[in-house]
């Protein structure tokens, strides 16, 4: 089983190289330019400060949730243009991929150097993943904004991720659920996963919104696009 998961690891995490950078080519440089100021939330004239790991998390978010008029993302046009280099195994990988979403999610558990159990905050469920990076310094009851790709009964953060204080746990998800709640009113019915598929970038904006002492109050997103 061990061997499995380090096997399902390996493959993923090459697969994922490869997917970082076709996100970069520079044919997709107008879009991403686009697609940083929408996840972030820019107001015009401010600009980002580049933060490794969000911008994994952007990165992941602009190849996997971001998509135009026709609802197709980034990595269906590079599933299209490899498919015929891309093996059974990594197809499965990508199509599993571009069903995952950001969440926010509880640290129940560390096993420093194996694993952290984790429970989606927003949709209860429970798993646990053998990522084993920077989980020294994790703290139980901790908050991770991330996202996970399953595959089989494995689970994976995709990317990186933010650890945060469990003091925000009430107010960001209150927020959240607001939006959701919101959407719902205007008559777009939709599960809070599918919810967090389209609009799981809205974290973000709090979480940013907080760090520069402007909490966002309920309503203010309706603008997003």
Known sequence: MVSQIQNLKEIFGELFAKLMAFSLEEEFGESLGDSL????????????????PEDFLFLSWFLLDDTDSENLSLIDEFMKRNSDRLSLQEMQICRALKE?????????????????????????????????IGSDSVVKGSLLYSRVLPLGDSRFLVGAGIFLDASILEPLTQFVTEQYAMECEEGEMMTFRDFLKGNGELINWWIR?????????????????
């Open 37 to 52: 100021v929408a996840f972030y939330n820019l107001q015009e004239g401010e600009e980002y400060e580049s933060n490794p």
């Open 100 to 132: 995952t979403h950001l969440t926010l999610m509880e640290v129940m558990n560390v096993k420093p150097g194996e694993s952290l159990a984790l429970r989606d905050v927003f949709l209860r469920e429970e798993f646990e993943t053998p990522e084993s």
């Open 209 to 225: 919104a907080i760090e520069q002492g402007k909490p966002l109050e309920s309503g203010t997103p309706d603008d997003k696009n």
